[in-house]
């Protein structure tokens, strides 16, 4: 693992907390909710595409899933937790790289191997 992968991960953190914010709003105005925790009360909690998009919901504990296709773009995250974990972050950069929202030949290294990608996105949290 070399800085410009944990460079390239650091980065990646603003468009997390982007999609994030883009998510919540997605929610609010797609399902009229008054906030976008509410995708997990029950009539509200269940797999569906969001109306008149691309995209797909999946509530899941305390969290939602947006996603085009399985890995393919949007964001994993749990409502409460500002900040992304390791998985998630990983994940998010993967799935990114799928839709082409980040390079894949900038990302390659880190998304075609698990273990260098898992160093880097720990380090960038961290501060490693």
């Known amino acids: ?9 650091r980065q990646a953190i603003p468009l997390w907390y982007a999609n994030v914010a883009w998510a919540k709003e997605l ?8 906030e976008a925790q509410e995708i997990l009360a029950p009539p509200n909690r269940r797999f569906r595409t969001i109306p008149n998009t691309c ?3 999946r509530p899941h504990g305390i969290g939602v899933d947006i996603f085009k296709a ?4 949007g964001i994993d995250f749990d409502f409460d937790k500002p900040d992304p974990d390791e998985w998630r972050l990983a994940r998010f950069i993967q799935r990114q790289v799928n839709d082409g929202q ?3 030949q900038t990302f390659r290294d880190l998304v075609e191997d698990d273990e260098l990608l898992r160093q880097a996105v720990a380090a960038a949290l961290h501060g490693a």
């Open 27 to 34: 929610l609010v105005r797609a399902f009229g909710l008054a």
């Open 70 to 73: 399985p890995d393919v773009g």
């Open 55 to 57: 995209w797909s919901v």
């Open 1 to 9: 693992m070399t800085e410009t992968h944990v460079e390239l991960v």
């Open 102 to 104: 980040l390079s894949y």
